[in-house]
């Protein structure tokens, strides 16, 4: 499946997910940071990506990938109801505030232009670490980041 594997239906780009950053990287200080945060173990906090087989434990029954396998769209950005009430009831105000920034941008750009500008829009300004979404700080220079 490759890196489509982080295409997330929803539009949460998986490539600049904390948790997929920290199990590729087998990062275990920031998977030790994100177990607080989500309130699992560090043996949890492993993902391949959303379309991968091996997706993070609060992923697996996410009712917006469900509902665009029933629709056979790739995403959201294929659908015509969005935003619908499945993105509005998203549990994070984060992750709801990017999927309303992000379909637009991929229905506009396509799948590997928008996965390329998610990829770039998730560098720090001040030094261009490359930043997890959600990141109020550089994981470098430490400087303050709003990117989401």
Known sequence: MGKNALAAPCGLY????????AHRDNNQAFKEKLCGVYGVGVEELHCKGCLSDD???YCRS????????????????E??????DKVEAFPLPVGKKVIMRSIPAWRELGTEKW??????????PHCGYPQFRGAKRCRSCREPVDLD
């Open 14 to 21: 998986c490539g600049v997910c904390g948790i997929y950053i």
């Open 55 to 57: 997706v993070f434990f």
């Open 62 to 77: 996410c009712p917006i990938k469900s509902c665009t396998i029933e629709k056979g769209y790739a995403g959201c950005h």
């Open 79 to 84: 659908c015509t109801e969005f935003p619908c």
């Open 115 to 124: 996965m390329a500008e998610e990829d770039k829009r998730y560098n720090c």
